[in-house]
Nanobody, 124 residues
């Protein structure tokens, strides 16, 4: 059974940076596409970024392109989301699910095994 644990969230001022981490036990990251999604209360989960098994392909939601970077360290079973130039609208709970699908997909349905998430709050 794979368990995913997110960390690194917190309170930051607009324009600041945070780095989220996702650690996995069980099967290694290299077996899956890994993604980051975010969710605010009462809203659906929204795709943020994803990375392929090899790490060679990444995909980003338009509003985070150029500000967020996803990376993986398969040897350590870690996935990171470096978030720069944070905006108040980036405030959300961030989760890192895995996907068994081949391509790097942005739809929630492609992902399973969600962690508990880590809260990011950006103040103005």
């Amino acid at each position: 059974q794979v368990q995913l644990v997110e960390s690194g969230g917190g309170l930051v001022q607009a324009g600041g940076s945070l780095r989220l981490s996702c650690a996995a036990s069980g099967r290694t990251f290299s077996d899956y596409v890994m993604g980051w999604f975010r969710q605010t209360p009462g809203k659906e989960r929204v795709f943020v970024a994803a990375i392929s098994r090899s790490g060679g392909t990444t995909r980003y939601e338009d509003s985070v392109k150029g500000r967020f970077t996803i990376a993986s360290d398969n040897a350590k079973n870690l996935v990171f989301l470096q978030m720069n130039s944070l905006r108040t609208e980036d405030t959300a709970d961030y989760s890192c699910p895995r996907s068994r699908a081949g391509p790097v997909r942005a739809d929630v349905a492609a992902y399973d095994c969600w962690g508990q998430g880590t809260q990011v709050t950006v103040s103005s």
